[in-house]
């Protein structure tokens, strides 16, 4: 894959990629936002520094588009879904730690009891 220096912000993308990687200077991680999009017919990386990993609330995320979005909408999107979601997954309950074993458990025994030709009807 190659690697581009500029985008406009009309032209369509693959994919926006927000990702905590190494810098170059070896100093800690960024977060980057690595935008795919086409030059000469194959797919190009645009890489911009966001900044330390450590100024993002923010879990890492991705976006495809696969050619049905602008640069500019991808960068849209990603602006809101760093701003929105620091936790994508708080408003989702806590799963019962016991009754998860123990569902996974009976599963497990029904399985087997299945392969030994035992039924439960």
Not at 12 to 36: N, T, W
Not at 52 to 69: D, G, V, Y
Request: zero cysteines.
């Amino acid at each position: 894959m190659t690697s581009t220096l500029t985008i406009h912000p009309d032209e369509k993308a693959y994919a926006l990629v927000e990702l905590d990687l190494q810098s170059p200077s070896m100093k800690g991680f960024h977060r980057y936002q690595i935008i795919l999009v086409d030059r000469d017919d194959e797919l190009a990386e645009y890489r911009w520094d966001l900044g330390l990993t450590e100024n993002f609330e923010a879990k890492q995320f991705r976006i495809p588009s696969l050619w049905l979005h602008t640069v500019g909408e991808l960068q849209d999107m990603a602006d809101d879904l760093r701003d929105t979601t620091a936790q994508p997954n708080e408003l989702l309950p806590a799963p019962d730690g016991d009754d998860m074993l123990q569902r996974a458990l009976d599963l497990d025994q029904a399985v087997r009891d299945y392969r030994k030709g035992k039924r439960n009807y």
